[in-house]
DNA sequence: TGCCATACCAGAAACGTTTTTGGAAAATCG
DNA sequence: CGATTTTCCAAAAACGTTTCTGGTATGGCA
C-alpha cells in the first residue's frame, strides 16, 4: 500500500554524514571504525529500519548465503527430519533453504538443479536423487559444492552422508529368524538408489548366512512409496508359499504392506509380521506401533549440510564420507508366524 | 574443482560482436530483434553455456522470482499439501520457493519474515502463522504482497484462504450424535488461531442446537500437535464423566487422541470414537482408518498462490478472501457408544 | 617544531543484469 | 531524390552492496 521505498546503505550514509564504506564496515564490525562511529550508524540504521538488501549482496560478494536442498518427496515423513537437520545448521550460518521436490524424477532434477545454480546457491543437498547420469554428473561439476545423502555413485568420490545397510538390516532378518520365520519377503527400493541396492545385498548375505532360501519371487521391486507397499503386499500374499514376514525399504512401504494384508484379512502380527526403515515419527504411534530400523535422519542432515559448509569453505578438500549407524527398534509389528510353515492364504 | 569463471552475458556479446542489450533483448524475446540476430544469439548462448544471473536480474528488476513460505511444522503432514499447492503455482510462474519453518514460534517467525524481506522476496504466503501482533503487523505492512492461509484477523482485510469450518464440524458433531453420542470431547487449537476458533464456535453451536451439554471439561485446548492429543485424551478419559467421542482439531490431534486411549486399553471405535480434522494420507490407511473432515489443502494452497500472483501484479487490488468447503469422511474410528452413557474409565 | 606512523574515512570500481536513450542504416513516402 | 519513418543496434545508467585504493587528520616521538 504505502508505497514506501527501499532505505538503503546510501540513506544511512547521508543521514550520519559518514561515507558509503565507512557506514559499510561499520555495519559489517569490520576494519578500525571507532565505537563512536559505529555507534552512530547503527543508531542511524535502526532509526531508518535500514535492512541491507540480500541480493545486492550475493552480487557483490558472489555469495548467496543460500542453500539448495532437493528431496524426493516431502510428502514422505522422513524427507522433512533429513531438511530439519539441514536447516538446523543453515540457521546456524545465517543461511536461507531452498527446497524443491523432484518426486525421483530425473528431468525434475535436473530442471530443479539448474534453477538452483542460477540462483548461485552457496552449495547444495541431494537427498536420494539420481547421481549417475551424464546429466546430472555435468551439473554436479558446475563447481558449486554439493552432498549426497542416501544415495551415490562409489565411482565418483563425492561428499556423502549414507546409514549402515549392514548392521541395520542384519539386526532385523535375525530378529525375524529368532522369531522362527523362515520365509522372508524383502521391499527393494528404487533401483539405481545405491542405499537400496546395499540393503538387499546385506540382506542376501545374511539370509544364506541364515541358511534362508530366498527365491527371487521374495524380491519386489519398487520405490519407497506407499503404493509400492501395496503392490508388494499384495504380490507376497499372492504367492503359493506367501512369506511369513516382509521387510519394507521404508515405513511408509510397510504401511502398504499392511494396508495390503489388512484388506486380505491378516492380522499383524498374528499372521504376518512386518519390519519398516526410517522410524517415522508414526512408526511409534500405538496405532501403527511398526517394528522398523530407525535412521538418524536429522542428525543426517545436519551432518551433510556440515560437510557441505567446509567444502563451501575449502573447494579442494578431499570428499569425506559419513556413514551413521542404524538399529532395530522392536515393537508390535513383528512376533512368531502362526505356525512353522504359514498357511496357504488367497487375497 | 575445475576453477570455471562465470560466463556472463557479455561473453555472449563479445562471442557474437554483438551489443550487450541485443543480447539481452534477444534473450529475453523482447522488442524488434531480427530473427537471424536472435538465431546467432541463442546458439552462442548455448554454446557457451550461459545462464543468466537471477541475482543480477533481481537486483535490476528489482522482482526476485521468488515466493517465501511460511509454514508451522513441516513434519505435520498436512504441511506437505499446502506447500504443494503453492509450489504448483510457483513452477508454472517461473518462481521459486523460499520456506521456513517457524513451529508456531512468533520470533522465529518474525525472524523468518525479516529474512524473507532482506531477500526480496516477490510475495510470502503465510499458513498458520500469527498473524495480529504489532511486530507482525508491521511486517506485513511493509509493502511486500503477501497471502494468508488458515489463520486471519477479521480486522485486517488481508487476502486469505481459509476453509468452511461450519461445514466440516456440524457435519461431524451430527455424525456422532446420529450414532447416539451424548458426550462429546472437543480439542481446541492454538488459542490465536482464527481457524481454531471457529471451529470450536461451531461445535458450540451446534451442540446447543442438539441439546448436548458441553460442560468445559469438554473443551481441551492446545496445539495441532501430536502431544496435544494425547495430552487431551487422557484428561478427557479421567473424566468422572468421560466423553464417548472425541474430535480433534487435527489428523495428527487424533492419532494423540487414539494414542491415549490405546495406553488405557480402550478400543477404538467400540469404546471410543474419534474424529479428526485435515484427511491427510494416513487418515485413509486400514490401520488408521480414521473418520475426519477432509480439507482441500493442495487447491487452498494453489488458490493462494494464484492471489498472491494476483495482488503481485495489482498491488491495489482489494483483498480477497477464498472459503474451501469441507466435508466429513466417515472411516473406521467412529461408531455407536458401547453404552447410552459411557462406563467410567480409570487410565 | 617537524616527521612519520597510525587510525580512520572518502571515492570509486565492481558484481551481471535490464532498460532507457540515442543513433545509424535501411526502407518508405512525398 | 530528399525527408521521414521504421528497424535495429550501441552505449550508458541503474539496482545496492562490498572492497580496494588512496588520502587526511591526529597523535607520538625525536
Redesign the interface.
Same mark, same amino acid.
Given at each position: 500500500? %504505502? !508505497?514506501?521505498k527501499r532505505v538503503t546503505i546510501l540513506d544511512v550514509s547521508r543521514a550520519t554524514g559518514l561515507a558509503l564504506s565507512t557506514v559499510s564496515n561499520a555495519l559489517a564490525g569490520k576494519n578500525h571504525v571507532s565505537e563512536e562511529t559505529r555507534a552512530t550508524v547503527l543508531e542511524a540504521a535502526t532509526r531508518l529500519g535500514y535492512? &541491507? *538488501? %540480500? #541480493? &545486492?549482496r &550475493?552480487?557483490r560478494m558472489q555469495r *548467496?548465503f543460500t542453500i539448495g536442498v532437493l528431496v524426493a518427496d #516431502?510428502?514422505n515423513?522422513s524427507s522433512? =527430519?533429513f #531438511?530439519?537437520g539441514v +536447516?538446523d545448521v543453515a540457521i546456524r550460518e545465517k543461511c536461507?533453504?531452498? @527446497? *524443491?521436490?523432484t518426486d525421483g524424477d530425473e528431468e525434475r532434477q535436473l530442471l530443479h538443479m539448474?534453477?538452483l545454480?542460477?540462483?548461485?546457491v552457496d552449495g547444495m543437498v541431494l537427498i536420494s536423487q539420481h547421481v549417475s547420469s551424464p546429466a546430472v554428473r555435468a551439473l554436479l =561439476?558446475? *563447481?558449486t559444492p554439493f552432498v549426497l545423502i542416501q544415495r551415490r555413485n562409489p565411482l565418483f568420490p563425492d561428499d556423502y552422508v549414507g546409514s549402515d545397510n549392514v548392521i541395520g538390516v542384519s539386526e532385523a532378518i535375525n530378529h525375524l529368524h529368532a522369531l522362527k520365520h523362515r520365509r522372508i519377503g524383502f521391499v527393494r527400493g528404487p533401483s539405481d538408489s545405491s542405499t537400496a541396492g546395499e540393503r538387499l545385498e546385506t540382506f542376501l548375505a545374511e539370509a544364506k548366512r541364515l541358511r534362508l532360501k530366498v527365491d527371487d519371487e521374495l524380491v519386489f521391486k519398487g520405490d519407497y512409496g506407499?503404493e509400492t507397499g501395496v503392490a508388494a503386499g499384495r504380490h507376497f500374499l499372492r504367492l503359493r508359499r506367501p512369506p511369513t514376514a516382509i521387510m519394507g525399504s521404508s515405513d511408509i512401504n510397510a @504401511?502398504g504392506v499392511? +494396508?495390503a494384508a489388512? !484388506?486380505s484379512g491378516l492380522s499383524i502380527p498374528g499372521q504376518l509380521s512386518v519390519v519398516g526403515l526410517d522410524d517415522i515419527?508414526?512408526a511409534s504411534?500405538? &496405532?501403527?506401533n511398526l517394528t522398523t530400523i530407525h535412521l538418524q535422519k536429522r542428525a543426517m542432515g545436519a551432518a551433510a549440510a556440515d560437510l557441505l559448509i567446509e567444502r563451501i569453505r575449502q573447494?579442494?578438500r578431499t570428499p569425506q564420507e559419513l556413514i551413521f549407524p542404524t538399529r532395530l527398534v522392536v515393537r508390535g509389528s513383528t512376533a512368531a508366524p502362526a505356525l512353522p510353515e504359514a498357511p496357504r492364504l488367497r487375497a
Open positions: 500500500m %504505502t !508505497e514506501r535492512r &541491507a *538488501s %540480500t #541480493v &545486492a &550475493a552480487l *548467496s #516431502v510428502a515423513p522433512p =527430519d #531438511v530439519r +536447516e536461507t533453504l531452498l @527446497l *524443491s521436490n539448474r534453477t545454480l542460477d540462483r548461485q =561439476d558446475a *563447481s506407499f @504401511l499392511m +494396508e489388512l !484388506e515419527a508414526l504411534f500405538r &496405532a501403527i573447494p579442494d
